[in-house]
């Protein structure tokens, strides 16, 4: 399969791969397809970490195909264009994210909802139209189609965008959606981890008063001081969860852990919305009486399409909403995996490819 992956198209690419459900990484020889008229090539420089890469390392979604290259937080520099590309040129810094296809012929792909497609192609661990393989962003280049390459705006650092193009957008997108970027109204945040500190900055920038909802009492300093939340609610302390009952109008629930809805619910004012990022293994249960009475929603949202993942990228450059980072030199990643199992990191590693991955000798 490796030597496969090494003659399946005629560039050659270096990254770390994953052979197995141990998760661990190590050196990886295989190959890029050459740049297609409507291709854009790109130098990766950096690239972050998503919990998602740890899932799919492990195989704990049971979907992984190895080796896996993992990474879907991919920032470069254009090397090449192909000869119908229009919106990129040589030198331009790029950022690839989640997705690299769909059908674009579906009304989502119409509507510019590309991550909502039935047929989209994941940017890694996934198959092209082609039958070949997607391999991510821990490697040292990627081609990909120029309708799902993001262009990354001068005053954002390439190691600050990479998480932008996962983490970013997926809080970005319901804030926005469920029209909870309005000056002035009041949002909760569940989890205070790579999405739920992306949510805290990208709530404030909006103007929004935000309350950060958690079960760890020493975040709460961390949560006022330094992310800019205006309140932090401990969510097992029943007095505080009962003072603040019907005081928000959206919550961003970031957490992927098995967790009560009842209490959050609790929060919303009527016609709230408590819409869920996270993916936890097992189903939640949902009592409905606090809906009707209240007429309130629960919802989901999976990312972003490629115009809006645009949108938020100009977005924070223009107000600084940046995610902070770890970065780390690519063997230390299998390091990195660990500390991210036990939510070891503030708040998103990103790994430093451009001078730290060397093929092997």
Request: hydrophobic share 35%; net charge negative; proline share 5%.
């Given at each position: 399969m490796a030597a496969q992956a090494e003659l399946e198209h005629p560039r050659k690419a270096f990254g770390w791969a994953v052979?197995?459900?141990?998760?661990?990484?190590?050196?990886?020889?295989?190959s890029r397809?050459?740049?297609?008229?409507?291709?854009?090539?790109?130098?990766?420089?950096?690239?972050?970490?998503?919990?998602?890469?740890?899932?799919?390392a492990k195989n704990e979604w049971g979907t992984s195909t190895y080796p896996l290259v993992p990474g879907h937080e991919v920032t470069g520099v254009v090397t090449e264009v192909g000869s119908k590309v229009e919106k990129f040129k040589v030198g331009d810094k790029v950022g690839v994210g989640c997705l690299v296809d769909s059908c674009r012929s579906c009304q989502n792909?119409?509507?510019?909802?590309?991550?909502?497609?039935?047929?989209?192609?994941?940017?890694?661990?996934?198959?092209?139209?082609?039958?070949?393989?997607t391999y991510g962003g821990y490697s040292d280049s990627m081609v990909a189609d120029e309708h799902f390459v993001v262009r990354i705006p001068d005053g954002l650092p390439l190691d600050a965008a990479a998480p932008l193009l996962c983490a970013g957008i997926t809080v970005y997108s319901p804030l926005r959606y469920f029209a909870l970027d309005k000056p002035g109204l009041h949002v909760g945040v569940v989890g205070l981890g790579g999405l739920g500190h992306m949510a805290v900055k990208f709530a404030k920038a909006f103007g929004a008063n935000v309350t950060v909802i958690s079960t760890s009492p020493y975040k709460k300093e961390e949560a006022i001081q330094h992310l800019g939340a205006d309140s932090f609610l401990i969510s097992r302390d029943q007095d505080q969860m009962q003072a603040a009952k019907g005081t928000l109008d959206g919550i961003i629930d970031?957490?992927?852990?098995?967790?009560?809805?009842?209490?959050?619910?609790g929060l919303l004012k009527s016609h709230g919305k408590l819409v869920m990022l996270g993916a936890p293994e097992k189903p939640l249960e949902l009592p409905i009486f606090p809906l009707l009475n209240g007429r309130k929603i629960v919802a989901g949202s999976l990312?972003?399409?490629?115009?809006?993942?645009?949108?938020?990228?100009?977005?924070?450059?223009?107000h600084n909403?940046?995610?902070?980072?770890e970065v780390i030199p690519i063997d230390y990643v299998n390091t990195a995996m660990e500390r991210l199992q036990k939510a070891d990191v503030k708040y998103r590693f990103v790994i430093d490819i451009g001078n730290t991955l060397k093929p092997s000798p």
């Open positions: 052979r197995d459900p141990s998760g661990f990484l190590s050196p990886f020889n295989f397809r050459e740049t297609g008229e409507k291709d854009v090539a790109f130098k990766v420089l950096y690239c972050g970490i998503c919990h998602s890469d740890l899932h799919k792909c119409s509507d510019n909802l590309e991550n909502y497609c039935p047929q989209y192609t994941l940017t890694y661990d996934a198959k092209y139209k082609d039958g070949s393989i970031t957490v992927s852990g098995v967790h009560l809805l009842l209490p959050l619910i990312i972003g399409g490629i115009k809006e993942t645009q949108e938020m990228i100009d977005f924070a450059a223009k909403v940046k995610p902070d980072i």
